[in-house]
């Protein structure tokens, strides 16, 4: 970790949160390989505006027509020294004072012998000749940027000096949306119970302007019901620490839930999020739609994607998370294409990857809102989401940040019983999920080990009987190169903890992210496999069949050289698994790959009640946990 030495200036850009030493402002940070904003060298930033370099935005009003994003022209001169090092960089909210500044400084006065500096992150940025080839002959560029609704105003700043030494030379004019406050990008979730979908969405009004509703119902009056909703935000002193305390910070805005429940088994329900004023009108979002759970038990057509470690990337080509999350968009745009044939999304951990920089939740949420708006959309807790040294997190790295899970928890509404806690269950038809929380101890004699036997023995296999074990770190079996290095092809003592549990209760599928890449196992159970079948799996259950779908878009990790006989199909690519559920006894897994949604990997389980109850004739009395054969 290294000090970033700062100084104050009077008016441009974003000033936030520093930490005085010795009389000096200063700011902790750190590269961060897996947030490419991190290489924008703000400690070294100067600002030395010169007359010569102009910059200008257009349209000045986004969103006339309701639209909550849109695509922005700007165009900029530099007659003298342009670079192929000079970039645009996208900054809100546009402009503060130096009282906005100086007011968040802590320990002591800042050192203002040196002024300007800038100590806030752009949103993203573009290098200058990205959109003109002749730019460093003629001085001359134009690019195009797309900005969605994100609560306050933006200008583009033309600086010199490549990431590693920005030098500000010049400041667009303000852009902004014409509602800037309104209601956007309803994210779907299961309830607590079966025939409960909550609908959260991100707002700029607190519960002091308006109060959030969600109205819905069925086809046949689809205004019938009204539901309050519950107004959550988080502030800067809410953070663990930098970058998200820092030059990361942005406001989140307010984060609305409403929960809509008595939902009868799968059936077509409309709904619209928005705000009712004092005077008794509404702001609304644009009309959706989602069908209802089935009831467990039920015996139809149920369609379930599970993936992790997706992140995000631009449409706009901004180059931020060019080489870092590179697949983002095309698992993105695939589940989109795919929408009519998927019923609910597992999206295992490692989410945004904003790692701190809290613009980028926004931006994520955009992102996959023509998927959040229509089906569940289920998230696990991941080490980008919750580690943090001295935040309770089991794993005391730094890799979310100082986001310390509060973020994810907040922009997105799971059935957990405890928030920071971030372990849950979920039914949906015939399936029964067991999400468990990596980045929290889930060893034997923890809240959370207790909170995974409970979910596998609650299940009724006669009327759920596909149990599925879902985490974000591998809890069972990888051959990743960095597992393998450690000798444990998993996390440490996971295995020795959790076996016997996914033996006892017959746990038919774990699946996992962390490790970006697409792997699955024979049937195992101490190391060993226990069924010579490989595409088709039938009769009594002998052990759990391992997933590794950590290939949702961050870039890919490498397999070891190592022989892993339990490894049956490895795939270096980028991708993510779907379960269906034809009737009880019928499931077909497929992996497909992001590229082109075709599938390259498959296999099938028939399986009758009778079998899951039953031993085969090497388990005889049916033991607690079984030996390998």
Not at 288 to 294: G, L, M, R, Y
């Amino acid at each position: 970790m290294g000090w970033w030495k700062l100084s104050c200036f009077a008016t441009v850009l974003v000033c936030v949160l520093a930490i005085c030493r010795g009389g000096e402002a200063s700011v902790e940070v750190r590269y961060d390989e897996h947030q490419p904003l991190s290489r924008v060298s703000l400690h070294t930033a100067r600002v030395m505006l010169d007359e010569s370099v102009s910059i200008s935005a257009s349209p000045e009003i986004l969103g006339r027509k309701g639209e909550s994003a849109e695509y922005v022209f700007v165009s900029f001169t530099r007659s003298k020294g342009a670079n192929a090092s000079d970039w645009i960089g996208v900054f809100s909210p546009a402009k503060f004072s130096s009282k906005e500044c100086l007011k968040d400084l802590k320990n002591g006065t800042t050192n203002l012998n040196n002024p300007p500096y800038l100590c806030s992150s752009p949103i993203k940025f573009k290098y200058a000749n990205s959109g003109s080839k002749d730019y460093v002959k003629t001085g001359k560029g134009s690019l195009t940027f797309r900005l969605i609704k994100q609560r306050a105003d933006f200008a583009f700043g033309f600086f010199s000096g490549n990431l590693s030494d920005p030098v500000l030379l010049a400041v667009s004019n303000t852009i902004t949306f014409a509602d800037l406050k309104a209601p956007v990008w309803p994210r779907l979730a299961m309830g607590k119970n079966w025939n409960e979908m909550t609908v959260t969405w991100t707002s700029g009004y607190g519960l002091n302007d308006a109060v959030p509703v969600v109205i819905w119902g069925p086809a046949y009056k689809k205004d019938q019901f009204t539901s309050a909703a519950i107004t959550l935000t988080f502030t800067r002193k809410d953070m663990c620490g930098p970058p998200a305390s820092s030059v990361g910070w942005r406001d989140p805005g307010f984060i609305h839930t409403g929960s809509l429940s008595a939902l009868w088994p799968s059936t077509k329900y409309y709904y619209k999020v928005g705000h009712q004023f004092m005077d008794g009108n509404f702001t609304l979002g644009p009309e959706k739609s989602f069908t209802s759970a089935p009831a467990p038990g039920q015996d139809s057509l149920q369609r379930v994607i599970i993936y992790g470690d997706m992140g995000k990337a631009e449409r706009d080509g901004s180059n931020e998370y060019n080489n870092y999350q590179p697949a983002a968009l095309n698992t993105t745009d695939q589940l989109l294409k795919d929408l009519d044939d998927i019923d609910i999304v597992f999206h295992i951990g490692d989410i945004t990857y904003a790692n701190g920089y809290i613009a980028q939740w926004d931006q994520f949420t955009e992102q996959i809102e023509g998927i959040t708006s229509r089906v569940p959309y289920m998230i696990g807790s991941g080490n980008h989401e919750r580690d943090w040294p001295g935040s309770g997190s089991f794993f005391q790295n730094l890799d979310s940040g100082g986001e310390c899970g509060v973020p994810a928890e907040t922009y997105f509404h799971m059935p957990t019983r405890n928030k920071d806690k971030f372990w849950y269950a979920a039914d949906w038809g015939q399936f029964h999920f067991c999400i468990a929380d990596t980045e929290q101890d889930w060893r034997v004699g923890t809240e959370q080990y207790r909170f995974i036997e409970d979910c596998l023995a609650s299940v009724n296999r006669q009327k759920q009987p596909w149990l599925i074990f879902l985490a974000h770190r591998v809890l069972g079996y990888s051959s990743g190169s960095f597992y393998a290095t450690e000798g444990t092809f998993a996390e440490p003592e996971s295995r020795d903890q959790l076996q016997k549990l996914w033996q006892k209760y017959k746990v038919d599928i774990a699946m996992y992210g962390h490790v970006h890449q697409y792997e699955r196992t024979c049937p195992v159970y101490e190391s060993q496999c226990v069924s010579s079948e490989k595409d088709y799996y039938s009769g009594t259950f002998n052990a759990t069949i391992h997933i590794v779908t950590g290939g949702g878009g961050a870039s890919l990790a490498s397999f070891t050289t190592l022989n892993t006989t339990w490894s049956t199909v490895k795939d270096f690519d980028f991708g993510f698994t779907k379960l269906t559920s034809y009737n009880s006894s019928s499931l077909l897994f497929e992996y497909k790959r992001s590229r082109d949604g075709e599938v390259y990997d498959r296999f099938w389980i028939e399986r009758e009640y009778m079998d899951v109850l039953g031993c085969d004739a090497s388990q005889q009395n049916c033991p607690e946990s079984l030996l390998a054969h």
